[in-house]
């Protein structure tokens, strides 16, 4: 269950965590709360995000031993989380291990890319990049972050 405190309490009460990342997981909804209970669970290690994403946000690529603050929709507190692993995979080359680290039950690829094609061509998405059309090409290159779950909070 998520803390009740907002970020602003947790850095009062956490000075070391001042400065961490936020990870907001999808958008806010159920979909974002279902993939922090898979998180929370232990069933969902990895993510996977558009190359195109930390280009638009002009952000850099994840590394082992980042660390971030997994929020909830109302962007509370949920979890700390540590990037363990980061691979830069195409669309058309995403594999079973990915699929199944996504936690979302996956049973094959082709079930991990209609899920993130349909989430990939919502319009939630293409507002967000601001391209009203967009459709990822089958080679556009994927960041699949694998992460360890730490302290909740």
Same mark, same amino acid.
């Given at each position: 269950?998520?803390?009740?405190?907002?970020?602003?309490?947790?850095?009062?009460?956490?000075?070391?965590?001042?400065?961490?990342? @936020?990870?907001?997981?999808?958008?806010?909804?159920?979909?974002?709360?279902?993939?922090?209970?898979?998180?929370? *669970?232990?069933?969902?290690?990895?993510?996977?995000?558009?190359?195109?994403?930390?280009?638009?946000?002009?952000?850099?690529?994840?590394?082992?031993?980042?660390?971030?603050?997994?929020?909830?929709?109302?962007?509370?507190?949920?979890?700390?989380?540590?990037?363990?692993?980061? *691979?830069?995979?195409?669309?058309?080359?995403?594999?079973?291990?990915?699929? @199944?680290?996504?936690?979302?039950?996956?049973?094959?690829? *082709?079930?991990?890319?209609?899920?993130?094609?349909?989430?990939?061509?919502?319009?939630?998405?293409?507002?967000?990049?601001?391209?009203?059309?967009?459709?990822?090409?089958?080679?556009?290159?994927?960041?699949?972050?694998?992460?360890?779950?730490?302290?909740?909070?």
């Amino acid at each position: 269950m998520p803390s009740s405190r907002s970020l602003e309490d947790l850095f009062a009460d956490r000075p070391d965590l001042t400065g961490t990342a @936020v990870a907001e997981i999808a958008f806010p909804g159920e979909l974002r709360e279902r993939l922090i209970a898979a998180y929370l *669970d232990g069933t969902k290690t990895a993510g996977s995000s558009l190359l195109l994403e930390y280009e638009i946000a002009d952000e850099p690529l994840p590394v082992p031993g980042d660390r971030s603050i997994m929020v909830d929709s109302q962007r509370r507190p949920v979890a700390l989380l540590t990037v363990s692993a980061v *691979d830069v995979v195409p669309m058309d080359e995403v594999d079973l291990r990915i699929a @199944v680290g996504e936690g979302e039950g996956f049973a094959s690829v *082709d079930q991990w890319r209609a899920a993130h094609m349909e989430f990939w061509t919502s319009d939630d998405f293409r507002d967000e990049i601001g391209d009203p059309a967009f459709t990822p090409a089958d080679d556009a290159p994927v960041v699949v972050e694998w992460v360890e779950l730490g302290e909740t909070f």
